[in-house]
């Protein structure tokens, strides 16, 4: 985004953060609303005066980074260089690491956490990771792609029948949960994260009891899901120090004019880990620069209570295979994610044509597909992450006659069981409405968010599983399977080797004429073997080999980060390239919680008012007051209201509908219709028609 654009964004930023500012003080002569003959509803009207502790943009995550404010127009003219931006910004969580690891104080609290870790499991007790969205993924990533395929191969050796007589049950004392029950981690579940009920009612679900350790993660710090758990977790506990903690990515100061933030980092029952990180390489996309921070921080502590839990039965020799070096410390892993970051970063020249690639697949009305083994959760995570963030479909259900989503991903195995069963490694785990129905129907007040929790429960249900296939079946395969000009990408962690099944993947893809990529993270590059076996499947697979230069990580943790890491900026850079994203913001949003509705309503403020302030504007149509919090809310429900009864309006996002709306009004003086404002971006994507006013 140009500079004078950039300039009057700020500007709007620091006007509506003001101290004692009413965001619907009226600017001028607040014509705006008569002008598109728009009265504010009933629910904007609820949102504007009873849920401002969910007008959130003032957060440190919500801000703009400089590093990628010009994205989506750097990334058009030269992939390379867009994705050196993005992961320019990872460099912050390099800075917190090291911040973390040179503080005394801080430093403490994870040697801390990891204590109350080893404790715990020592006693018979669990330990219970919780998050909502992005940290949802976070905690069932922590559970299901570290700790237990790390026990699955520590059975494997000569050291388990003494762990297991001292540590019984091991493999199944960590539970990550996140909001909604697995069926989440397809699709938000809208209505779930705006309440502090249900994080308490999942605790409950989950069986967690007195004397289980909690960790409520959320990377913003006001989710009210993750907040719920905590204050439940310290009632459960007794108030006993030590035993709940809260895991976030905001500075205190500005969680602090917020009533529930507060009410956490106030309580002395509950122990805070504070890892700031600044803004995210994409406005509030927390997915990447937060959750890697948390996800990374808390890894390291897991495996540092691992370590101390197995130091005192096993050798140096026995530790070390599994992977544990006898010198390392918590501030030391912590300071080795810079080699990390910049292995990954240096990969931006080759991941450029990968992201190419599958760009051009979407953008040509193709699909792809990802095959993963060892890696499926990371996979998954970032594959279903894409679908809120940049306003794709989510995965399609079994039954879909159509097929909706751009992407799907299939793991080497051929029944939905036994895929589901690979990524989560346990049985999965759905919301019994015998027991969320009727606290939902009794204790929650606000009507709108008792319907859309009401709503919501119908599709958490353990029944969910059935509904989606993940396996490379005979089924998918007819249904989904490959065509000429899709897309097949195969990712692989550590020392996997292709399965038969994988190459058989392959060949059907390359059989079939889709192009197909294959991207290797691990300690030692693909081995021979791995290569001849690619061969057999495909002649002309293009690879990614990806070497991270630390040998010490028995929980594959390093690994999963780096691949997470690539795969945020990849699935970032192609949806910049297609027009999900202007400058570093995701006008795509959609808004279906109270929080994305105040983003989502800041993203038509601010994108407006820059234009209003720029000098092309104040040329062509003389100056104009700034529009209202307000009245960019107005505008956001009458779009809500309008797109949910007219499905010619379904393809346009309504952030993006309603900054065309207002500009088009205000340039005409007079309302233009949303099925003219969708004809205007199905002529051209907003960043070209914002970009009218950059000079």
């Given at each position: 985004m140009p500079r004078s654009r950039v300039f009057a964004f700020a500007a709007c930023l620091v006007f509506t953060s003001m101290p004692g500012l009413s965001l619907d003080t009226p600017a001028g002569d607040g014509d705006l609303?008569?002008?598109?003959?728009?009265?504010?509803?009933?629910?904007?009207?609820?949102?504007?005066?009873?849920?401002?502790?969910?007008?959130?943009?003032?957060?440190?995550?919500?801000?703009?980074?400089?590093?990628?404010?010009?994205?989506?127009?750097?990334?058009?003219?030269?992939?390379?260089?867009?994705?050196?931006?993005?992961?320019?910004?990872?460099?912050?969580?390099?800075?917190?690491?090291?911040?973390?690891?040179?503080?005394?104080?801080?430093?403490?609290?994870?040697?801390?956490?990891?204590?109350?870790?080893?404790?715990?499991?020592?006693?018979?007790?669990?330990?219970?990771f919780y998050g909502t969205g992005s940290t949802g993924r976070l905690a069932e990533t922590l559970e299901s792609s570290l700790w237990?395929?790390?026990?699955?191969?520590?059975?494997?050796?000569?050291?388990?029948?003494?762990?297991?007589?001292?540590?019984?049950?091991?493999?199944?004392?960590?539970?990550?949960?996140?909001?909604?029950?697995?069926?989440?981690?397809?699709?938000?579940?809208?209505?779930?994260?705006?309440?502090?009920?249900?994080?308490?009612?999942?605790?409950?679900?989950?069986?967690?009891?007195?004397?289980?350790?909690?960790?409520?993660?959320?990377?913003?710090?006001?989710t009210s899901a993750v907040i719920g758990t905590a204050k439940a977790g310290a009632e459960l506990n007794g108030g006993r120090a030590g035993m709940t903690w809260f895991v976030y990515n905001n500075p205190d100061a500005v969680l602090l004019p917020f009533t529930r933030?507060?009410?956490?980092?106030?309580?002395?029952?509950?122990?805070?880990?504070?890892?700031?990180?600044?803004?995210?390489?994409?406005?509030?996309?927390?997915?990447?620069?937060?959750?890697?921070?948390?996800?990374?921080?808390?890894?390291?502590?897991?495996?540092?209570?691992?370590?101390?839990?197995?130091?005192?039965?096993?050798?140096?020799?026995?530790?070390h295979s599994l992977g544990f070096d006898a010198h390392s410390t918590i501030a030391s892993r912590l300071r080795q994610f810079a080699t990390l970051q910049k292995t990954v970063a240096a990969t931006a020249p080759r991941l450029a044509t990968w992201t190419d690639r599958e760009s051009s697949t979407y953008a040509s009305g193709h699909h792809a597909t990802y095959l993963a083994g060892r890696a499926l959760m990371p996979v998954f995570v970032d594959v279903t992450e894409r679908a809120p963030t940049?306003?794709?479909?989510?995965?399609?259900?079994?039954?879909?006659?159509?097929?909706?989503?751009?992407?799907?991903?299939?793991?080497?195995?051929?029944?939905?069981?036994?895929?589901?069963k690979l990524l989560l490694h346990r049985r999965f785990h759905g919301l019994d409405p015998a027991l969320y129905a009727k606290p939902f129907e009794t204790q929650i007040d606000d009507q709108w968010l008792r319907a859309a929790a009401a709503r919501s429960l119908a599709n958490a249900g353990t029944e969910q599983q059935v509904r989606y296939d993940l396996s490379f079946s005979r089924r998918n395969l007819q249904s989904s399977g490959p065509v000429a000009g899709d897309h097949g990408a195969m990712i692989l962690l550590g020392s996997e080797t292709p399965s038969p099944v994988a190459t058989s993947w392959l060949r059907a893809f390359d059989d079939r004429g889709a192009s197909l990529s294959v991207i290797h993270v691990g300690t030692a590059p693909l081995s021979k073997r791995s290569l001849a076996t690619l061969r057999a499947g495909s002649t002309k697979p293009w690879l990614l080999d990806v070497v991270v230069p630390l040998r010490n990580d028995p929980l594959e943790l390093d690994q999963v980060i780096a691949l997470k890491m690539l795969l945020n900026t990849h699935s970032t850079g192609i949806m910049a390239k297609l027009g999900r994203v202007v400058g570093n913001t995701m006008t795509a949003v959609q808004p279906g919680n109270l929080k994305l509705i105040g983003r989502a309503t800041f993203l038509?403020?601010?994108?407006?008012?820059?234009?209003?302030?720029?000098?092309?504007?104040?040329?062509?149509?003389?100056?104009?007051?700034?529009?209202?919090?307000a009245e960019a809310n107005a505008v956001l429900f009458d779009v809500i209201d309008h797109r949910a009864s007219d499905s010619t309006l379904a393809s346009s996002p309504e952030v993006e509908l309603a900054i065309v709306r207002v500009l088009e009004s205000l340039r005409l003086q007079h309302a233009i219709s949303l099925d003219d404002a969708a004809a205007l971006l199905h002529a051209r994507k907003l960043d070209a028609y914002l970009g009218d006013y950059d000079h």
């Open positions: 609303l008569r002008l598109l003959a728009i009265t504010p509803s009933a629910q904007s009207q609820d949102y504007l005066h009873n849920k401002q502790q969910f007008q959130l943009h003032t957060l440190l995550t919500e801000q703009r980074h400089p590093e990628t404010m010009d994205l989506s127009r750097r990334i058009a003219g030269d992939t390379a260089a867009g994705l050196r931006a993005l992961f320019a910004v990872d460099r912050d969580v390099t800075r917190t690491m090291e911040a973390v690891a040179s503080d005394p104080v801080r430093l403490r609290q994870l040697e801390a956490a990891s204590n109350a870790m080893q404790d715990a499991i020592r006693n018979g007790h669990r330990v219970y237990r395929p790390f026990w699955e191969r520590v059975a494997k050796t000569p050291s388990w029948p003494r762990i297991e007589r001292r540590l019984p049950g091991i493999g199944e004392r960590v539970r990550g949960e996140i909001t909604g029950g697995d069926r989440a981690l397809i699709a938000s579940l809208e209505g779930f994260e705006d309440l502090q009920l249900i994080g308490r009612l999942q605790l409950q679900d989950n069986g967690i009891q007195r004397g289980d350790v909690v960790f409520a993660v959320t990377e913003g710090g006001e933030s507060r009410e956490v980092i106030d309580d002395p029952r509950i122990t805070k880990i504070n890892l700031a990180t600044g803004p995210q390489a994409i406005t509030g996309s927390t997915r990447m620069q937060a959750t890697t921070t948390s996800l990374y921080a808390l890894g390291v502590v897991m495996e540092d209570a691992i370590h101390h839990l197995l130091a005192p039965m096993l050798t140096t020799a026995e530790l940049f306003r794709l479909a989510p995965l399609d259900r079994v039954d879909a006659k159509d097929r909706r989503s751009w992407i799907q991903v299939w793991a080497p195995t051929d029944t939905p069981a036994s895929a589901w038509i403020q601010s994108h407006v008012n820059a234009v209003l302030a720029s000098d092309a504007w104040r040329r062509k149509h003389g100056a104009r007051p700034a529009i209202t919090y």
